[in-house]
């Protein structure tokens, strides 16, 4: 199995509507990384956290890291067609201070 | 700024050959990195450089797989021979340092058929 395990694997929404992805690490996650890729194209840098507990939002898409620094999670609010894409989870799983490891993906379709 | 250049974008060859991807990456990062990414997975680190030094190349396939980053700037990938396994997208990436978020290039699509 993999060192990072995001789900769902794919997901499909209706516009408007709210979704969560998730991102879980069976070791401490000392640095989480949330990319972005569409078809075709390289990833896309969203958020960063660091901290047990931390949480940051950018436009409408919100990260956070759990206290336990495990798991992290992604939430897109009122989901719009441009969220689509694959969404990937990255990690630094040794302390050394880059992220290293990623996740399997999660693709997001939503629907018009 | 001008962000990380790959080339070339896509390439199509026959098991047995040669193939090498090059990177530029964004002025003044010095960490390097070259990722395989197989559809449907997760991007794997192959090969990871400090200015022009290998940090971490314990998942490169060495009996065919290269990498090297002269002068601490351009980097180049090369795969001789190719197996069919090794269809997949190689991406670039750099970094201001190793703490840094990494930025990646449009990546190089590689079909071995």
């Known amino acids: 199995s993999q060192e990072l395990e995001q789900s769902p694997q794919s997901l499909i929404v209706q516009e408007g509507k709210n979704l969560t992805i998730n991102c879980t690490s069976s070791?401490?996650?000392?640095?989480l990384y949330w990319y972005k890729q569409k078809y075709g194209e390289g990833l896309i840098f969203l958020m960063m956290l660091q901290k047990g507990g931390e949480e940051k939002s950018h436009e409408k898409i919100t990260a956070k890291l759990d206290e336990k620094k495990q798991q992290s999670s992604l939430h897109i609010t009122a989901s719009q067609p441009s969220h689509a894409g694959i969404y990937l989870c990255?990690?630094?799983?040794?302390?050394?201070?880059?992220?290293?490891?990623f996740g399997g993906g999660t693709r997001l379709m939503v629907k018009p | 700024e001008a962000g990380v250049a790959q080339s070339p974008r896509y390439k199509i060859i026959e098991k047995r050959q040669s193939v090498a991807f090059w990177c530029n990456p964004i002025?003044?990062?010095?960490?390097l990195y070259w990722y395989q990414q197989i559809l449907g997975q997760g991007p794997k680190l192959l090969i990871q450089f400090q200015n022009n030094g290998v940090v971490d190349d314990s998942q490169l396939p060495k009996d065919r797989f290269s990498a090297e980053r002269l002068k601490g700037v351009d980097s180049t990938l090369k795969i001789q021979p190719a197996k069919l396994e090794d269809s997949a997208v190689y991406l670039c990436?750099?970094?201001?340092?190793?703490?840094?978020?990494?930025?990646f290039g449009p990546g190089t699509r590689l079909t071995v058929l």
């Open positions: 990255g990690a630094d799983l040794s302390g050394a201070g880059n992220m290293l490891t």
């Open positions: 990436a750099s970094s201001l340092d190793r703490q840094r978020e990494q930025f």
């Open positions: 070791k401490t996650l000392y640095g």
């Open positions: 002025s003044g990062h010095a960490t």
